[in-house]
């Protein structure tokens, strides 16, 4: 079995990019947040794993809408707590 499904390929999976310095401080801002704030994806997820980024980073989300053509929503990259 050694075919795998790359999930940046899938129809169903929105565009994701790692952002640079200089975009993230414009982010951080125009909405007056700290990246803690920011919503939290895991380091371990397929789609993190795939575009190679490390916890730290911020991922901007880029989807399709239906009523504003298109959305984006931001991710901060964070290891999954040990059980």
Do not use: F, W
Request: aromatic fraction near 4%; charge should be positive.
């Amino acid at each position: 079995m050694g075919t795998r499904l790359n999930v940046l390929m899938h129809d169903m999976v929105p565009k994701h990019q790692i952002m640079n310095d200089e975009e993230l401080r414009t982010l951080l801002t125009d909405y007056n947040v700290a990246m803690e704030q920011l919503p939290k994806i895991y380091h371990d997820d397929p789609i993190v794993k795939a575009i190679e980024a490390l916890p730290g980073t911020v991922i901007r989300i880029t989807r399709k809408s239906h009523t504003a053509g298109e959305a984006e929503a931001y991710r901060l990259v964070v290891r999954r707590p040990k059980k």
